[in-house]
C-alpha cells in the first residue's frame, strides 16, 4: 500500500479553478493507477477521475470531463487534480485513491485512500 495526502482545497467561486494534488509516499508508486473521488454532504462518493501508471490512459466522469485535468509526476510521486470553470455542483470532498489495478480504481475499491481535501465553489 501507499500513503496518500491531499491537498489544495478552498473556497473558489463559480468559474473559477483550483489544483488539488495528491501526494504518495511508498516505494511502489510509480507502478500504481491513481484516481479522483468526491464525496457531497448526503451522497455517496463517486468517481471523478483516474490515471493509469504510465499516464497513458485517463478516465473521466462525463460531468467533469473537458473541465477537470488529472496527471501525475511519478518523480515527485504526486497526483494533481486541476479543476477549471468550476461550479457549485461541483462543492465536495475531494479523495484520492490508489491501486495496482486500473480497473479496480475506477470501480472506486482502491486499496490506499487519502483524507480528504473541501472543495466549495460558491458566490
Known amino acids: 500500500q501507499v500513503q496518500l495526502i491531499e491537498s489544495g482545497g478552498g473556497l473558489v467561486q463559480p468559474g473559477g479553478s483550483l489544483r488539488l494534488s495528491c501526494a504518495a509516499s511508498?516505494?511502489?508508486?510509480?507502478?500504481?493507477?491513481v484516481g479522483w473521488f468526491r464525496q457531497a454532504p448526503g451522497k455517496e462518493r463517486e468517481f471523478v477521475a483516474a490515471?493509469?501508471?504510465?499516464?497513458?490512459?485517463?478516465y473521466y466522469r462525463h460531468t467533469v470531463k473537458g473541465r477537470f485535468t488529472i496527471s501525475r509526476d511519478n518523480a515527485q510521486s504526486t497526483v494533481y487534480l486541476q479543476m477549471n470553470s468550476l461550479k457549485p455542483e461541483d462543492t465536495a470532498v475531494y479523495y484520492c485513491?490508489?491501486?495496482?489495478?486500473?480497473?479496480?480504481?475506477?470501480?472506486?475499491?482502491?486499496?490506499?485512500w487519502g483524507q480528504g481535501t473541501q472543495v466549495t465553489v460558491s458566490s
Open positions: 485513491g490508489a491501486d495496482p489495478e486500473e480497473g479496480t480504481v475506477v470501480a472506486g475499491h482502491c486499496s490506499s
Open positions: 490515471l493509469t501508471w504510465s499516464g497513458g490512459r485517463t
Open positions: 511508498g516505494r511502489t508508486f510509480s507502478s500504481y493507477a
